[in-house]
């Protein structure tokens, strides 16, 4: 199958399969956990917003009669919520096939999480860290799982200020989103390496969106005029997403992206993220940090 080709059409069967999807009331959010529901998948739709998110569960059933989906709380931006996520799963779920960590926040105005990190590494990173750590038992005892975790042509400006993650010393806010998305990138490819260490069998996965139209972009103006000339529309924005998160020629560490002009719209296709996102010792210092500051350990 020529991934030039590649749409909703192709996103293989998911029957007996539970998915979670961070961020699943919007966006591409919602389009990844459609096409997973409509294609036979138990999706949990995991969203902060609850008032927005039961509307949106509805609108997939009666897109397709039969859909299995389920709203649960999750706020990335409070740790604790992240945890009674995890367990109030975990109580319901013997089995998690598809992690997708999407939902993310872009350039807002500067803030604090319930733990007093910046917003943007706080919810895009940390909340998410969290979150595959405290499903990570659930993960590695279902044959054939995979994480995905959905990053930016935004990583290429990201650098892990160590000294100021949470931009204590000054707020620029593009430069705190390009921190939070190369730390997806860093976080996949090192948990990889961490499961292939400990024999497991799950595939680790990044993703990006290229320019899709979304609410993220809500925070920029330029970026939302600038839609009307560039942008693609949720559903092919999720693509990358899906065929990261189905296919069956996609191996761990791997990236995709869309494969037209700089992988801006289009099908999905493999994509190479920067040499600073492959950087090892970044990303071990990364993860120690992480570990610190949230207290999780992951069971490898």
């Known amino acids: 199958m020529s991934k030039q080709n590649w749409s909703e059409e192709q996103v293989p069967d998911q029957s007996g399969r539970v998915a979670i999807v961070t961020g699943a009331n919007s966006g591409i959010g919602f389009e990844t956990a459609r096409v997973l529901a409509a294609k036979g998948a138990t999706v949990v739709m995991a969203c902060r917003n609850l008032d927005k998110a039961h509307p949106k569960a509805a609108e997939i059933r009666e897109r397709h009669p039969g859909a299995k989906v389920e709203v649960m709380q999750l706020?990335?931006?409070?740790?604790?919520?992240?945890?009674?996520?995890?367990?109030?799963?975990?109580?319901?779920?013997?089995?998690?096939?598809?992690?997708?960590?999407?939902?993310?926040?872009?350039?807002?105005?500067?803030?604090?999480?319930?733990?007093?990190?910046?917003?943007?590494?706080?919810?895009?990173?940390?909340?998410?860290?969290?979150?595959?750590?405290?499903?990570?038992?659930?993960?590695?005892?279902?044959?054939?799982?995979?994480?995905?975790?959905?990053?930016?042509?935004?990583?290429?400006?990201?650098?892990?200020?160590?000294?100021?993650?949470?931009?204590?010393?000054?707020?620029?806010?593009?430069?705190?989103?390009?921190?939070?998305k190369l730390a997806n990138l860093l976080f996949t490819y090192e948990l990889q390496r961490?499961?292939?260490?400990?024999?497991?069998?799950?595939?680790?996965?990044?993703?990006?969106?290229?320019?899709?139209?979304?609410?993220?972009?809500?925070?920029?103006?330029?970026?939302?005029?600038?839609n009307k000339f560039f942008a693609q529309d949720a559903l092919t924005g999720a693509l990358p997403t899906l065929y990261a998160a189905t296919e069956s020629d996609v191996h761990g560490a791997e990236y995709y992206g869309p494969s037209g002009f700089l992988e801006m719209n289009g099908p999905p296709k493999k994509v190479k993220s920067n040499k600073r996102s492959h950087d090892e010792s970044t990303a071990e210092q990364l993860w120690n940090v992480s570990e610190d500051l949230t207290g999780v350990r992951y069971p490898l």
């Open 194 to 226: 961490r499961i292939d260490r400990a024999g497991k069998k799950v595939l680790v996965v990044a993703a990006h969106p290229g320019w899709t139209e979304t609410n993220l972009q809500k925070h920029s103006s330029a970026v939302m005029f600038l």
């Open 75 to 180: 706020d990335l931006d409070d740790l604790e919520s992240v945890r009674s996520f995890a367990q109030a799963f975990e109580a319901k779920y013997d089995r998690l096939d598809l992690l997708i960590n999407n939902a993310g926040i872009m350039i807002p105005p500067y803030g604090k999480t319930a733990q007093g990190f910046e917003t943007q590494f706080g919810v895009n990173h940390l909340g998410h860290f969290v979150l595959t750590g405290a499903l990570l038992g659930r993960i590695l005892d279902t044959e054939g799982s995979r994480i995905v975790n959905v990053s930016s042509m935004a990583h290429y400006f990201g650098k892990i200020d160590f000294a100021d993650l949470s931009s204590e010393n000054g707020y620029n806010a593009q430069a705190a989103y390009g921190q939070s």
